[in-house]
């Protein structure tokens, strides 16, 4: 069967089942959102004389918990306008809708006998063949089709989207006793190409592969900090970012979460593996029982682990739980030697060896919690899964872990970390030992560029399923063609080379720029084209402040004059040169990173990336061709005059505020990504394949090198004075400082083309040493050089 999903319903509008709802609607999905009919008119609806028979009132469930997602921080649409996806309605009226639907995805109250009510009701108007799925963290899915059809059982199963659906990857996929194998294989393959989801594919166990694991080493953690007479403070110092995990580490998650949910999970498995081996590390902690009973549930109830209270001078102060006397006192600092030593490391394994070898306090937590995880997931083989790599798969996408459990223990050494915890006494699964015994030392291991896993049940290494289709970088040293101290060009086949490089935060310096240089050059010579991407969590935060501010605050101004050409002949260099150039950005792609995929062929970005130019925040304009881009862009719509200064006027504030897309979705509607040249990977692992793949594309569409621009029209005095009088305006209303008004002005400046009597046709490189001149100017003023102090300091600009 040819499936296509073209709309879909969901039924169930609460937290979940409407940001799941935005997730599809943010695709292109058609989505049907249904919601129970309320018992009566609330008091507003009776003063408005509104009774039960009206739609608003009928519809007031689904339509308050829709305008309840449309306000949520972060934003669960990619854009506003994937709003128009929604149709909101009831289920005693609108149900008969989802004979139209492709898909229904069942959202209600996490209760049995509630779904299969529910799914009573749908069995009525759905059409044969059509998909069912109900979205449950932990019911049993063997019980929730009883009763049905065989149609309807064997197009049934059921999934679990993490909340939120846009930012949280994973997806499991549980299948029914009746699921048709073509179903699973449909929805794993969907999940990931369509929803951009890893899609693990687990057994029908209680909490499923994520919340089964995931919720121990969150109940490990509270283990280990007993016994070390640990705080709340240090143990949210010692879990977060630092060893890999978000940067809400334990406690503050757990208060994000709500300790109900977390507690309602624990006790679950209590009741329900009373046979595993960990079954005490599940049984909850007196504080946790005590906050329970208190209602302390975390943000939802306004205090948990932490609590917010207005100070003296009315900032808010956060205060931190003491789990001994159950009293909220100041945050503590804490302090280790051994976090003093991980710190400086920006390589997470080679920090993770550090922390596991520690000699204080925090490096025996480090151990302790790593042997209690490590136990725990080798016992787990084949309960809940047969396959080691979904585990990690499903902490990944599912916890934010940017390594996973056996990742982890791979990177710390297989074997010595297993003497290690015999000398403990802590057991591990014998299959582990007998690993090792046949010669294997490791979980992982890459072979030919393709990442393979240890296979439990033959014994052998087996390459990781569905992964063919991504290319990951790292995986390809072998394939390395060039490299300096920050890049490495790799040959990712099929005569198409990709370039990428490793600095703090991915920033854009000098050894970059030579490294995007050599590139072109190398693919122009030997390649059909160049993929340009970087791994980590962003794709740059830009160009070198350090550098920047370093060159300004000693007033080099010929190493800074050389600096900026250095770059614009970069970006120049991308955009002329003989051979096709895609970018593939995700996350963070601000400053100088975006302005190289302004000068792209095209661009193939991740659908979470956030793109902009924000040089205006550090007190310059965009120097890398970026301000001379926005011009071009404007000058380049074939509409009346008058509406083309209106669009260079909404590209200017766009500059100006240093606007930031925040999705790849919404750059198209900030002119930072253009419709048919540039596109969307909704999963990001697929972005360098995608991108590749427009690279061959656009070489056999016959790619030619772009001739160099000398019809670029820009407005001079007629755009300029229209650009100043609204920056007027803003600073006599106290809406930006006086150093804003000045940037502003000198980007007015660069994107009218100048004081120009008359609209004029000018070149590029026009419009490039306009750029670049006025750069030059705003790094030798002292707000500037503040500015940038500010962010090497702090990592927040300052507002002088």
């Keep these: ?136 963290s932990g019911i049993p899915i063997h019980l929730m089709s009883e009763g049905r059809s065989e149609d309807f059982r064997k197009n049934f199963c059921g999934t679990h989207f993490f909340n939120p659906p846009r930012y949280l990857r994973l997806l499991e996929i549980i299948p029914a006793p009746d699921t048709d194998p073509k179903v699973l294989d449909f929805l794993m393959d969907y999940g990931d190409r369509f929803l951009g989801k890893t899609t693990v594919l687990c057994k029908d166990t209680p909490a499923f592969i994520a919340n089964r694991v995931g919720v121990f080493g969150f109940m490990a953690v509270f283990h280990a900090m007993q016994e070390l007479g640990l705080n709340v403070d240090d143990i949210d110092t010692l879990t977060g970012t630092v060893m890999g995990r978000p940067k809400s580490a334990t406690f503050r998650t757990g208060d994000v ?95 993770l060896k550090v922390l596991y070898g520690g000699q204080d306090k925090a490096g025996e937590f480090y151990r302790k919690f790593h042997h209690l995880l490590f136990a725990y997931v080798s016992h787990r083989i084949p309960e809940i899964t047969d396959d080691l790599y979904k585990i990690d798969d499903a902490l990944k996408a599912g916890f934010g872990w940017e390594i996973g459990a056996f990742e982890s223990w791979d990177v710390l050494g297989v074997a010595k970390v297993l003497e290690k915890m015999k000398a403990e006494g802590i057991a591990v699964a014998p299959w582990v030992q007998e690993m090792l015994d046949k010669g294997n030392s490791s979980f992982y291991k890459t072979e030919n560029g393709r990442r393979q896993y240890y296979d439990i ?109 250095q770059f614009q002949a970069t970006t120049m260099r991308l955009r002329y040169s003989s051979i096709p150039v895609v970018v593939a950005p995700h996350g963070m792609t601000l400053g100088g990173g975006c302005e190289m995929c302004l000068h792209a062929d095209a661009v193939q970005a991740a659908a979470e990336t956030y793109i902009g130019l924000v040089e205006v925040g550090v007190g310059l304009i965009p120097g890398g061709g970026g301000s ?51 596109r969307i990977s909704i999963n990001p692992d697929r972005r360098i394949t995608d991108a590749k793949r427009r690279v061959l594309q656009l070489h056999e569409e016959g790619y030619t090198q772009p001739a160099a621009r000398h019809d670029i029209k820009v407005q001079g005095r007629g755009g300029l004075g229209g650009l100043l009088a609204g920056t007027h305006g803003l600073w006599r209303g106290n809406y930006i400082s006086d150093y804003d008004k000045l940037i502003a002005e000198k980007l007015a400046h660069v994107m009218c083309g100048g004081d120009l009597s008359q609209a004029t046709l000018v070149s590029e490189q026009y419009l490039l040493d306009l750029e670049r001149e006025a750069f030059l100017s705003l790094c030798g003023q002292r707000k500037t050089l503040e500015r940038l102090q500010s962010i090497l300091q702090t990592g927040k600009p300052l507002r002088n």
């Design 457 to 565: 049940a033959s014994q052998s290494y087996k390459e990781i399923p569905g992964t063919g289709s991504f290319i990951i970088l790292e995986h390809l040293d072998e394939k390395v063609v060039w490299k300096n101290s920050a890049c490495k060009l790799y040959d990712i086949g099929d005569d198409v080379v990709a370039l990428s490089w490793t600095t703090k935060m991915n920033s854009i310096g000098g050894e970059v720029l030579e490294g995007v240089q050599k590139s072109v050059a190398i693919a122009e010579e030997k390649y059909k084209g160049l993929v340009i991407a970087n791994s980590g969590a962003n794709f740059s935060a830009g160009a070198n402040v350090g550098l920047i501010f370093m060159f300004a605050a000693e007033q080099e101004y010929d190493e800074l004059d050389f600096a900026v050409r």
């Design 1 to 136: 069967m040819n499936r296509a999903i073209r709309k879909v319903a969901v039924i169930g509008s609460g937290v979940m089942g409407s940001r799941i709802a935005a997730h599809f609607a943010g695709i292109g999905v058609q989505v049907l959102l249904l919601d129970i009919v309320p018992k009566e008119p609330n008091d507003a609806e009776k003063v408005k004389g509104l009774s039960l028979e009206s739609k608003l009132v009928r519809n007031r469930i689904v339509n308050d918990a829709l305008q309840a997602t449309i306000k949520s921080k972060p934003s669960a649409f990619y854009t506003k306008k994937a709003l128009d996806h929604v149709k909101t309605g009831n289920i005693d009226d609108d149900l008969p809708q989802i004979a139209d639907c492709d898909r229904i995805i069942e959202v209600a109250i996490e209760k049995k006998g509630i779904k299969q009510k529910v799914f009573e009701q749908i069995e009525k108007y759905r059409k044969p063949g059509t998909l069912i799925t109900s979205n449950t």
């Design 257 to 351: 979460v709500g300790l109900d949910t977390l507690v309602h999970v624990a006790k679950g498995l209590v009741e329900n593996v009373p046979n595993d081996e960990a079954i005490s590390i599940f049984k909850l902690p007196p504080f946790l029982e005590q906050m329970v009973a208190n209602k302390w549930l975390g943000d939802k109830t306004g205090q948990g682990f932490y609590k917010k209270e207005k100070g003296e001078k009315g900032k808010s102060d956060i205060l931190t739980l003491n789990l001994q006397t159950m009293e909220y006192g100041p945050k503590q600092k804490s302090k280790f030697a051994t976090l003093e030593a991980a710190k400086p490391i920006d390589d997470l394994k080679a920090r």
């Design 628 to 678: 001379k881009e926005m011009a071009i862009r404007a000058a380049d719509r074939n509409i009346k005059e008058d509406i083309e200064v209106n669009y260079l006027q909404q590209l200017f504030i766009n500059v100006g505020m240093a606007k930031v897309s925040t999705s790849a979705h919404e750059a198209y509607e900030n002119f930072i990504l253009r419709p048919g040249f540039d």
